[in-house]
């Protein structure tokens, strides 16, 4: 039983680590992404970006920003939690799970955030403009080949040139 526990102690670990490693090079990804520079400052060119739909995707990305944070740092706290949970003598299997469950919740919310956010920036956009940033390859940097395709990724000041550090989701 002593041997099952540590196992299962080392395997949870072991996830832990590659969760941390994943996160430290999204981390990364961020402050490097598309949006930076005079390359995103085309990308709104070519759009045709008007200074209000700029305004409004900044603020939408400002408060996605703002509410992945405080889920970010929710989730980093469960992981502490879980981390605590499993380094007991005596491993408390329903309170590993319930916390897994927490966890997951979190990531969903995340995911959620990112989904809303990108929505809620292509109904910004005029339909001309959605065509044009198809064609652009736009959305692609949300993760999938086309919009609304597979697994939303995070934004970088979502090509517009829009700093980073303040519009970045």
């Given amino acids: ?7 299962f102690a ?7 680590s590659a969760s941390v490693i994943m996160a430290q090079s999204r981390q990364k990804m961020m402050h490097h992404g598309p949006g930076d520079g005079p390359m995103g400052m085309r990308i709104a060119e070519q759009l045709n970006l008007t ?3 700029k305004e409004q995707i900044q603020q939408t990305m400002l408060d996605t920003r703002k509410k992945r944070i405080d889920l970010e740092a929710k989730e980093k706290v469960g992981r502490i939690e879980l981390h605590e949970l499993i380094a007991t003598e005596a491993p408390d299997q329903a309170k590993i799970n319930a916390k ?3 966890l997951a919740k979190l990531h969903e919310l995340q995911m959620r955030a990112r989904v809303e956010s990108m929505l809620a920036i292509h109904k910004i956009l005029t339909p ?3 065509k044009k940033a198809k064609d652009l390859h736009f959305f692609d940097r949300f993760g999938g080949g086309h919009w609304g ?9 979502a090509g517009l040139g829009l700093r980073h550090d303040d519009a970045q989701l």
């Fill in 149 to 157: 395709e597979g697994m939303p990724g995070r934004m970088h000041g």
């Fill in 51 to 53: 200074d209000t739909q």
């Fill in 128 to 130: 001309e403009q959605r």
């Fill in 100 to 102: 897994i469950t927490d």
């Fill in 10 to 16: 080392a395997s949870i670990l072991l996830l832990l």
């Fill in 1 to 7: 039983m002593k041997r099952l526990s540590s196992f």
